[in-house]
């Protein structure tokens, strides 16, 4: 089973304020990914990644950056953070291995932006 | 951009009954992965699925993707079934890296 872990779990910041969330996987994945999730929408991808160094940007990224430091890590980075990003942010890793494309999903990580 | 229809958009149920959730997309997928939401905010995989189909439990999903739809049934509905259930597919022509679109999500409440 993948296993993809997150922090902080809850965040509580202020507008205009950087916002740091962490992304840990153990399964030697070369691709992850950051999404949110917002009431009443499905997923929708910020920024992904092919592999340590490496970072592309998804469907919505403005007002986000992000960072692969390592195959295990990922970041994403809220430099000025506004109210409209308060949401939940879940990130996921997976792999093209023997055709198979799932993406396995972290716990999420609640953001409020005040 | 691939669009993923998914209904309905909410679903109650009575203890012990069941009914289909379903997906239709927009272009050709290669994949699907069905997520339940749980009352915590994880996401929990159910299903992955290339074609046919595949069963777990109460839980049965196909998916056909020259037909560009994929289901969930649930039957035997329990108490801890309720949360948002969510399909996500990927296009089929889109490499090694799998961009998965969601659909909006079924909000399902099951009642004694």
């Known amino acids: 089973e993948a296993a993809v872990t997150q922090s902080p779990r809850n965040k509580v910041a202020v507008t205009g304020g950087k916002v740091t969330l962490s992304c840990n996987q153990t399964?030697?994945?070369?691709?992850m990914y950051w999404y949110r999730q917002d009431t009443g929408h499905g997923l929708r991808l910020i920024h992904y990644?092919?592999?340590?160094?490496?970072?592309e940007k998804g469907d919505i990224p403005d007002g986000y950056k992000a960072s692969r430091p390592s195959q295990e890590n990922f970041s994403l980075i809220l430099e000025l953070a506004t109210p409209s990003q308060t949401s939940v942010y879940f990130c996921?890793?997976?792999?093209?291995?023997?055709?198979?494309?799932?993406?396995?999903f972290g716990p999420g990580t609640r953001l409020t932006v005040l | 951009g691939d669009q993923v229809e998914q209904s309905p958009s909410a679903l109650s149920l009575h203890e012990g009954t069941g009914s289909a959730l379903r997906c239709n997309f927009t272009?050709?997928?290669?994949?699907v992965q069905w997520f339940r939401k749980n009352s915590r905010g994880s996401l929990i995989n159910l299903f992955y699925?290339?074609?046919g189909t595949k069963e777990n439990g109460r839980l049965k999903s196909a998916f056909d993707s020259k037909e560009r739809y994929s289901t969930l049934h649930i039957r035997d509905a329990q108490l801890e079934d309720s949360g948002t259930y969510f399909c996500?597919?990927?296009?089929?022509?889109?490499?090694?890296?799998?961009?998965?679109?969601f659909g909006a999500g079924t909000r399902l409440a099951v009642c004694p």
């Open positions: 272009t050709t997928m290669r994949a």
């Open positions: 699925l290339a074609s």
């Open positions: 996500a597919a990927g296009p089929l022509l889109s490499g090694s890296f799998n961009k998965l679109t």
């Open positions: 399964n030697n994945h070369n691709n």
């Open positions: 990644s092919y592999g340590a160094g490496s970072t």
């Open positions: 996921a890793s997976g792999d093209a291995l023997g055709g198979r494309y799932e993406q396995y």
